[in-house]
């Protein structure tokens, strides 16, 4: 990519990419905790759903300025982690699908929350969509599990 165009494509792009998986794991259908393969996966390696809440949102409440926190899959490792980036960065320029994210602009919650971003995250998860973060991880777990299968490790020896 030309390097003049660089920061623009990395802002515009990463915010047009964050804001569309924001507005996709948010929904009508939300509101409830996590179920299936989500929440066991939330068990496993976080300890409990409560614990990863307490975590999440530490992220978000110490994030320094704007950005966003992400809750993503690593391909390396099959495990799930919480990621924070500045301004409008990508989880896409980290290789990690991300399964979940929040937006800690102080434009997402000033309105209603004034400076108070940890208000804004206490209501924030109940808008969060499980089902569709649920496909994410299923998305994210048939991806990692054709990396790491006998047929493709077979096929990448000389
Ligand atoms: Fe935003």
Sequence with gaps: MPEAIRTAVRNHGGGHANHQFFWEILGPKAGHS???AIADAITKDFG???RFQSLFADVA???FGSGWVFLVGNPSTGRLEIMSLPDQDSVL????PGLLCCDVWEHAYYLKYR???PDYLMAWWNVVAWDV???RLHDFMRETSQ???PSSAA???P
């Design 34 to 36: 996590p179920k299936g």
């Design 48 to 50: 409990s759903f409560e």
């Design 61 to 63: 409440v110490k994030h």
């Design 93 to 96: 320029l980290h290789g990690k």
């Design 115 to 117: 400076n108070r971003r």
């Design 133 to 135: 973060v649920d496909e």
């Design 147 to 149: 990396l790491q299968s």
């Design 155 to 157: 096929r990448e020896e």
